[in-house]
């Protein structure tokens, strides 16, 4: 099997990558694993680099009843943006009813557009209508500074470019050289326009003021580290949560888990898949007191992350676990977890993004007296969920997702649903899915089983998985195929593929 396969790869170098990680209840310092990085060297955009002419449209103002409608509709997180359909698909194409032209560089063909949204703080583009040659390049940037600038993956089926914090956006796209239009299709059907910018809080105050700054916390600063902010699409608009990252049980290497509530990522495609998250690392104060940095310098995990499991609130724990497509950005704290029950009176701390403000800590312990404003009841069942009550600080909206940790080993025990605790409701609990009841559905892939190689998740890697690989190989792109996060699959991937099954 292998000189057969090499027959047809002869040359490339083989590479054994193993995607797994470890983790025994404690934190451990962040390791590169994979290929990849959160943000590459960024290219420079053709159209900048050659002074190409750059058509946009503008689109009205945004309605106020419009950013009404979309909270309304999205319970339980912080939305932050709204989804706008286009006038018309806006498309690139070798029919001759394109509404976007293409422009002959350096022999590649070349298309640009800009998208202006006034009043927006951030925007994202939607991909549509995908027919592009192994090796074309899309990207986005700020059309006012030209940064920011964001590749982004080719020919995925449904494709959220990363954020840009600006209301002009630039989309970019670029052939490979020498490629003709023939079959060519590329177009931009919707965008995101954030209206509310949660990361201007250190003027705001967005958060309440009970929130405690991590960095006053020397204690937790290390461990703090393994938590980020999530942006993701929902069905009707931008929202915001907070996860954390775990270890795995594999002594050798890492596999990046990231653990959030279901009810902000509950699958990989659709209404906030993970498909298009966003996971902002380092926000927060650069000291007790200090300054906080800007969301747009953070280091940033853009290309989504696969679903791998979760159950929702109504019969489970409310718990998502996923992988992220790419490394994160080293200096990452990845957690340590607990399986073993709470007791009562457990000291308990909570670390999270409150109204997607820089990072906060709070300080709690478990209790069972429930909600005063529900007549003692408890807003979840315990046997599913803890119930926390707060001593010195909260949570809110966005925390959703955000783990807590038992005080005395650091250790994730819960990720955060909700409840009624605020800085004025300091008696009302807040409810945790308990780690210690999702771990039936999270346990073959933290206790060190899982393989990103299998493809088809049965357990084995195996001829079934290969032959997904090719498939996904002969257009260049695949739900989970790119083992090395090179940006397409191709016979690299194959051959890593034969290397994880020689090697079981």
């Known amino acids: ?159 959220w470019s990363p954020t840009v914090y600006s209301d002009l956006i630039v989309v970019e796209c670029a052939l490979p050289v020498g490629a003709g239009l023939d079959g060519v299709t590329f177009g931009v059907s919707e965008v995101m326009h954030n209206f509310r910018d949660p990361w201007q809080s250190s003027a705001k105050g967005a958060a309440g003021s009970c929130n405690n700054p991590t960095p006053c916390f020397p204690d937790w600063e290390e461990t703090a580290l393994g938590v980020g902010g999530i942006a993701s699409v929902g069905s009707n608009g931008g929202l915001w949560c907070t996860g954390s990252i775990l270890a795995d049980t594999d002594p050798i290497t890492r596999t990046p888990f990231f653990l959030t509530a279901n009810h902000c990522v509950s699958g990989e495609s659709g209404g906030g898949g993970s498909a298009n998250i966003e996971v902002y690392w380092f926000y927060e104060m650069d000291s007790c007191g200090g300054s906080v940095p800007s969301v747009a310098t953070v280091p ?62 709070s ?46 080993t650091a250790q994730v025990v819960g990720q955060l649903w909700g409840g009624r605790a605020s800085c004025t409701l300091t008696n009302e609990p807040d409810y945790y899915g308990r780690f210690d009841v999702s771990y039936s559905v999270l346990e073959f892939f933290l206790a060190g089983a899982f393989s990103p190689f299998d493809l088809d998740r049965s357990g084995t890697v195996d001829s079934v998985d290969l032959q997904i690989m090719a498939n996904a190989a002969v257009v260049g792109t695949g739900p989970r195929a790119d083992m090395d996060s090179s940006g397409v699959v191709n016979a690299l991937d194959i051959e890593l593929m034969i290397q994880e099954i020689l090697g079981n």
């Open 300 to 361: 940033r995990s853009v290309g989504g992350a696969d679903f791998l499991a979760g159950n929702s609130v109504n019969s489970g724990t409310d718990v998502t676990l996923l992988r992220l497509r790419f490394a994160p950005p080293a200096g990452l704290t990845w957690l340590g977890w607990r399986t073993a029950a709470l007791g009562l009176g457990d000291d308990i701390v909570g670390i999270h993004h409150p109204s997607g403000d820089f990072k906060r800590i």
């Open 1 to 159: 099997m292998y000189r057969q396969y090499s027959l047809v790869l002869g040359g490339l170098l083989c590479i054994a990558l193993s995607l797994t990680g470890w983790g025994q209840g404690i934190s451990v310092p962040s390791e590169r694993v994979l290929q990849g990085s959160v943000q590459q060297a960024a290219p420079i955009p053709m159209a900048v680099r050659k002074q190409l002419r750059v058509d946009g449209i503008q689109l009205a103002p945004l309605a106020p009843d419009a950013i009404e409608d979309v909270i309304s509709a999205e319970k339980g997180v912080l939305v932050i943006g709204v989804r706008r359909p286009l006038p018309e698909l806006l498309e690139a194409k070798s029919t001759g009813t394109d509404t976007m032209d293409w422009q002959l560089v350096e022999g590649r063909w070349v298309s640009t557009l800009s998208i202006q949204a006034p009043g927006a703080t951030g925007m994202r583009v939607h991909f549509t209508e995908h027919e592009l040659p192994v090796g074309s390049r899309l990207l986005v940037y700020d059309g006012y500074t030209q940064d920011q600038v964001w590749p982004c993956a080719v020919n995925s089926d449904s494709l």
């Open 363 to 408: 300080f709690g312990d478990k209790v069972d007296s429930g909600s005063p404003q529900s007549a003692g009841g408890h807003l979840q069942s315990l046997d599913r969920f803890h119930e926390i009550l707060w001593n010195d600080g909260t949570t809110e909206p966005a925390s959703s997702g955000s783990p807590i940790f038992l005080a005395s």
